[in-house]
């Protein structure tokens, strides 16, 4: 028996975590426990969650981390998730929106290569417009191109398999390779290139499935401007910003 947990991470996102919780409520494949780790929200974060539950067709866990950073609050996700009995994995942000069949193609792909499963990213169709969203595509394409050609990246570094960008809002990975690798670095973003590197050097079961459809929030535009957030997509961190304009 398999046993699958999502795990979203969320910080003052009472504008958006309703969207995303609406989204995994209306998934084909609700054979699931979500798991919201609260990383001390101030807001109505917390209180919107736990509504939630109450009519979720799924069982709803909320945990708090008071350590700072997604990547605290991932990795706490995680090992309680596995403490508690799951064997597949599956991440989303409280601000993204996962399509209908989001979580059956997670489990589809994890339980086909037993590794990393990661899914397609676009912009979501509330935020922005053609222009926002036009823009996300070319930001998210010039940090993939990057990632590819970064020196650092190549197998010469010890890593078994090419780099490909992978986005940690849509992304799932089975326990038993979560722990060999040593779980989310436990840091601010950005963690998930730290993460796919770790299991690049551990194994090559890792893919791409273009099913597992994750709208992705485009706000970082606003937060940072174009060029900020094509300083961030490059792997040039925030700059004098914030790591994380939630």
Known sequence: MTELWVVVPAYQEETRIEGALRALAAQR???FTLLVVDNGSTDRTVELVRAFAGRAPFPVEVLVEPEKGVGCAVDTGFRHAIARGATLLARTDADCLPQPGWTAAARAGMLAC????CGHITARHD???????AAFRVLVTLGAAFGRIRPAHRRRHGYLVPYRMHAGNNMAVTAELYRAVGGMPRRPSPTDRAFINRVRRRTTAIVHRR??????STRRIRAYGVLGTARWYLERGAGPRSTDPR
């Open 114 to 117: 037993g590794g990393l499963v």
């Open 211 to 216: 099913d597992m459809v994750v709208q992705n």
């Open 29 to 31: 494949d609700l054979g």
């Open 127 to 133: 935020e922005h417009g053609p222009v926002g969203r």
